[in-house]
């Protein structure tokens, strides 16, 4: 559940798009890939996100229902490490990872855990850094299909298909050309959940754009996650994206 | 879990309060709009949009015009729970401030005082008698020569009998009857640390003593976890036998602390021939935890404890496979104050023949809900989820069932023995 709390944006992996596609969008609306193309060009550009091999993000999320809040620190970097670590007071911690070949997350209170099938293919997909200038080589097809309106803004639907996996639908701003909004069927364990993700509060860090307040509506409760800092090409230990040695020793077994 | 247990009680214990006066013309409105919010939250909210075959528009139209003319809050609550019972389903129910006192010694919020404490006693209802079950070493009641097995008659010269049967006469064969009685009576006393609670005991040879008990902090470290109120929470870990592992903890909380217990006597007892999980009088807390806690029992993946059905989606209870997991026999110990994550745990558990459960049944109160304070200022409580067991069976108001029943007699707590734990034992050399 946690790749969701990710994020340079809502979700690295789908706030992407790209496809080789050469479906044509209905009459009245734009081609997805004008939307998504935009879209990096809204966020600062292609080389400005050129410019960054990695990034740390720190922030917050918090859960109004039950009272819950804590620390979260994302750690990210190319081509598909990551590293997502969340501190929810006296719910424990939980920790994401993937150092490009195994995906794996644990938590106190539900143990270590390695990703496979659908889970993994879907991990893969979101541990993609700068995944919003390489959304051609991601996803198999990406097609605008219609239009909506997301806590006041207009936007277009772009649904975009992966190669391996359900399809992700995001919505961006008609005007701003800012993604405002993603739904997707997370791959858990636990079953499929859809979540329903919301972008708000963009603000530059460093040369790009991106929103610092994500809202994920999941299960009928709201998660809301805020971005407090965020360091491009930081000096992240070598270690950092190791595999922890419980989630090895679950690897050597099988 | 003083609000939960007030909670659970809701509009059964409608008939408790007393008598109120005729209501002004403010307060008739706010219990219709309380009716209103009930109604419209079960409607959006229930985990089943066919709101388990009920006609709750029918419902609404017949219920509306009582509602409006109801004169006392005895009326209006009748017709409140009136349309919840409708559901036929627990968890959902109004929290009367005048019923919730008769099992709640606390304050009106619902919320433990830091300050709280206790005379280090621990108890149980068998048969309708309080009985002290655990007397913690050093303690005020320990000191005073409190034993196993005595009765408790009277608390600060309230007698406990009339209260209990009150409850009982008000839940009938509920299973839930034990939780609610027990908890009613360890929190008459407890109280604010440093003073003293007078408690009448009926000793092992049949003789009443009374004893003025100095209250001690509750046993555990403080946790706070949401908006939940401030909980006691404790774990121990040891061998039972040389050869037997044990684990207990008092609630489904400080999924770190428990984890740390359980490895180090897992690391102690990589030979042992047996391991028990004692989840006696452990109402649950976070449902997670139970999947966490069986991953430390099973190398085998994809094992399923049961699912919970939410109105929108449901969410297995996943089980994840620690990387060395004891496997061998593995006994659960449960009773009648066993609730939530608990029996999510042991059901499970039991559903996927990985333990065996001893003890009494359990609470059957295993769906996740929330109380919200309605207009008219009583607590509205209702469930957000169901849950099936992985046998597919619903634990809530079925419980689960011990594969051997152990029920304690006082006769074999006043010889300090503990026959539920004993049970498990000899089960565990006997495989």
Redesign the interface.
Known sequence: MSRFYIGRNIAIGAAVVLSFSLARAADDLPKADNILDKYVEATGGKAAYQKHHNEVSKGSLSIASVGLKGDLTSYRAEPDKSLTEIDLGGMGKSTEGSDGKIFWSKSSMMGPHVKEGAEKTQAELSSKFNAELNWRDLFKDVKTVGTDTVEGKDCYKVQLTPADGGPITQCYDKESGLMVKMTMTAQTPMGEQTVDSFATDYRKEGEILMPHKIKQVLAGQEILITIDSVTFNADIPADKFAVPDDIKALVDKK | MRFFIGAILAGTLCGLAPAQPTLSPAQRQLNIDSFEQIWTTVRD?HWDPKLNGVDWQAIHDELRPKIDKAVTMDEARDILSDMLHRLKQTHFGIVPAEAYKEIDQKDDTGKSSPEDGDPGIDLRLVDGHALVTFVAPGSPAAAKGVKLGWEILRIDGKELAPGMAKVRAALGSALLAELIETRAVVERMEGPIDKTVDVEFLDGNNRTVNLKLTRTGLRGAE??????PPLRFWVEAHKVQPDIGYVQFNMF????AV?SAVQKIMSECRDCKGFIIDLRGNPGG?G??A??LA??FT?QSGLVLG?MY?????????V?????PFRGPLAVLVDGCSASTAEIFAGGMQDLKRARIFGTHTAGAALPSLITKLPNGDGFQYA?ANYISEGGKPLEGIGVTPDQEVKLTRHQLLEGQDPVLDAAVSWIHGQ
């Open positions: 909210k946790t706070v976890v949401g908006t939940l909380f400080e999924p770190d984890n976070l997670a935890m999947m966490g991953g430390w190398n699912t939410l109105r929108t989606t449901s969410i297995k209870f996943a994840f496979p620690r990387p060395e957000i």
